[in-house]
């Protein structure tokens, strides 16, 4: 893994780079501006030896041009030595004189003219006299100067603009001796211009200042060249003879003439303290250097710019490569992160199957690699030192064969792979080709998913509660049953089995017992069948039983199928223990047998479902073979149930009464009996269409509209007095009474209607009552307490004990119409009906004998002092307006029988 440089590291090499371009950059200017400062020393030298070589130039023809006109001075006594000794004392402006003095002014070109004064100054002979010219006479101190010289010598006198010739001019003097002894003076009348021209002889275009001064200064000719040549003027400079010293070799110092730093070089000539000086600003000395500077400058500083740029460019190239590599190991050490804590194993190998990289997830699914496994080693090796593990037990051939496949599989990789650890884990593996050759084996623990699997393997076919086969794998096993028969020629049969009342169990103990005794059917079920035979739970209180391999001979597999049917009915009749309880239950049964000839698995369930619900008709605790017209019930009873959902909607429900007199043949009330008017299938008893609507919600909106009829009927009944003492009596099915607010339904009716409760009279069936005896009690008082009376309907039917009566809170019982038609001719009931008037009457209750019939059973029954008459032989069941037609005479016929007997 490679390591991130250190910060520290990282900023060393990025001051390295800054600070090699700083040794560069600093190098540069060294040497450039060591170069740069010979450079300008030997230009300062060059200069100075130039100024030098310019000065002594000057020197030299300053000082030729002065001994000429020196020697020419000179000579004047010589050219005028003979006239003047000729006219000695006679005035000396002789023409030849003057001849002769132009004559020798002509010699010279620096001459404008010359003059010879006497020694007071007077001129005695002139060249410009010759020409006629007029000339300006010398400045008279400079004359009396000259001529106060003891020892004779070139006098110069100072610069000054001849009036007349408007000229710069400058004189210069010479006292001569005649031989006479007589002392004149010869005065040369010198232009500037000329001396100028002598000054600037081969100095070329060099910009320099050049003087004639005097050695106190005094300047008497000065010209700068700097800006063209022209003749300056200043009034004093430095006095010279201080520099007599550096003269030879010229001096740093100020110009002559401007007074600028500069070089100077003075010569002294050989006349008086005349000196030459040429001087050159610095600014001009150094101003090729400057260039130069500019040049090599402006290289250097591009040098060193590209120095800095290029530090710049690697610096920032370099701390790119640091941030790139930086990113890099990060992204690495990310990557490692993720796969240490990876949830799957993982290894990676290289094109020749070596092992690359690995993560501790895949260490922890194979501990025992941990000493083998290392970069650089073959898959090979790792498969060797694990197969040991995998196959502990097996032959060295065996592993060796087994690495050989494992080896081959990655020559190939597809798909994945199952592989179950030591440990009892499963782990997946998967192999991918990675594109350079090489191979990530991806190590999965599929354990959990196993187990899951194995669970929903569970779910999916077996029954969570009772571990039982469920519906899914039973119609499996019943295919394979069916597949099987065919072979043999066997039979099989399936026994639908349902337990009666199971809901009343499961609402009253609640789900836990019910649970209980659910599981408890499912291992009697299971003791109770062949060990080839399929138990499974459909659902709720359904289980199913498959009887396999039952005789070829229909008849001998039907008898063994009802035998072992009829166990099993005794079997799941037998008390349960439920906790503390003590549970007694029973189960209905439909049996269907199946061939090769059979259908599908579904349609045997189906048919051994039919089967059931006929039995469960019969009130359970019996078995019934599947009959094919059964079906055809069924189909019927779908297409009522149709019909009957739009019954409410369309109003097709009415009520009809059935008269109730006492022993006097006084109507007391009616019971209200629903008739359904359809359509097509006319007028419907409720004996056909009341159970299809108890087998669905529908007799619940069926019951509510029959009560909400009655309350009202009885409100009706309240406004008129022969009807008003009249009781109505109405059926209430259990299903219906179950409903928790069955109570609070009921006094709703009452309440939203005014009737009275008192002539309210609910019919409650003996079975409906036995189903949950605490629960009817309860809801009984509730409403009994409201004033609703009860009877009690069919009664002798249940067959059960009588004790419970005690406990309700019955007004009446009415004789099962079963009991009262066989009055008089089994003596069984005329018992059973004897008992029940002698016991209602011990209880205090009245009691209805329903369907009287004929005037033999009227007469019984009054024998036997039955109070309430119901049958038809007094009226049958009739429309609401008939029994109000009928009800109304009656009471009209008992007010007069009163006023009669009054
Ligand atoms: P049930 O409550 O026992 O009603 C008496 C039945 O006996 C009525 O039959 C009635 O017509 C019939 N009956 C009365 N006197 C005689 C007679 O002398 N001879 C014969 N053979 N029959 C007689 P119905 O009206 O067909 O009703 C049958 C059953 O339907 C009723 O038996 C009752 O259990 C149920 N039922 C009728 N109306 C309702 C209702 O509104 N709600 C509920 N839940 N059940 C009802
Ligand atoms: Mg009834
Ligand atoms: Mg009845």
Redesign the pocket.
Known sequence: MTQPLPLFARNQVIVAIWGLVCVLVLSVATGVSSLLWNQRQAELAEQAQQLARIAAGAEVGVNRTLLALDVLLATTEELLGQPLAAGAGSAISEPMADRLLAAVARQSLNVRHVALLDASGRPLASSSAATGRLVDDPPPDFVARALAQRVPTLLIGEPLLAPRSAERVIYLARPVLLPGGQRLLAVAQVPLEALAAVLLQGIGATPIELTLERASGELLLGLATAQGLSDAARASGPPLSDLWEQAANGWHGQTRLRGVPGQVAGRALMYGDLWVTASLAQSEVLRDWQQQVWLVGGAALLLALTLVISGGLAASHIARMQRARAEVAQSKALLDQALASMVSGFVLLDAQHRVVQWNPRFEEFFPWLASVIQPGVSFRQVLEATVHYHLPGASAEEKREWVRLRMRRQVQPQGTLEQRLPSGRSVQITERMTPDGGLVIVYHDVTELRQAAAEIELLAFYDPLTGLPNRRLLLRRIDEACAATERSGEHGALLFIDLDRFKTLNDTLGHEMGDLLLQQVGHRLQAGVRSGDVVARLGGDEFVVALLHLPPDLALATEQARTVAGQILGLLARPYTLGEQIHHSSASVGVTLFSQNSQAALEILKQADIAMYEAKAQHGNVLRFYDPAMQTVLHQRASLLADLKQALPLQQFRL?L?PQFDAHGRLLGA????RWQHPERGLV???LF?PVAEDSDL?LAI?QW?LVSACELLVRWQADARLARLHLS????AR?FRQADFPALVGQCLEASGARAQRLEL?L?ETLVLEDVNDTIAKMHQLRARGVRFAL??FGTGYSSLAYLTRLPLHRL?ID?SFVQQLGESPSDDVVVQTILGMARNLDLEVVA????TPRQHAFLQAHRCAIY????FA??MPIEEFETLARGQGEADAASVSFSI
């Open positions: 009809h059935q019971e209200a009996l629903l008893p409720p004996g009341i007799i019951g029959v109405v059926n209430v099915s219906q019919e069936t309907d069919d009415k119409r329903e369907g009287v019939e119901q049958g038809y032989l049958r069941p």
